[in-house]
Nanobody
Framework: QVQLVESGGGLVQPGGSLRLSCAAS????????MGWYRQAPGEQRELVAS???????SYGGAVKGRFTVSRDNEKNTLYLQMNSLKPQATSVYYC???????????WGQGTQVTVSS
């Protein structure tokens, strides 16, 4: 059972930046993919970005070009660099992980990101 703990959320002004981190309780080398999801009040959870253990990345259309996902296998940590933040990005951000040929089965508790002036 992989435990994931997010950090780095907070309040930021529009146009600002934040870096989220997700620390895993065990080595992530064998974890096929890790991703960031977000969920705003009254909305469905949506995929923000994902990365495989081979380094292939995928982004949701709303964040492409402004957010960057990365992983450090030595530190067992997933990152999400968020630039040029917009108020619409206000959500709880969740870290998730999955084994190969599986759905996302491990989830963090979430971290709140609020973009407001």
């Amino acid at each position: 059972q992989v435990q994931l703990v997010e950090s780095g959320g907070g309040l930021v002004q529009p146009g600002g930046s934040l870096r989220l981190s997700c620390a895993a309780s065990e080595s992530i080398v064998s974890i096929y993919a890790m991703g960031w999801y977000r969920q705003a009040p009254g909305e469905q959870r949506e995929l923000v970005a994902s990365i495989t253990n081979g380094g292939s990345t995928s982004y949701g259309g709303a964040v492409k070009g402004r957010f960057t996902v990365s992983r450090d296998n030595e530190k067992n940590t997933l990152y999400l660099q968020m630039n040029s933040l917009k108020p619409q990005a206000t959500s709880v951000y969740y870290c998730a992980a999955r084994r190969r040929f599986a759905t996302y089965q491990y989830w963090g508790q979430g971290t709140q990101v609020t973009v407001s002036s």
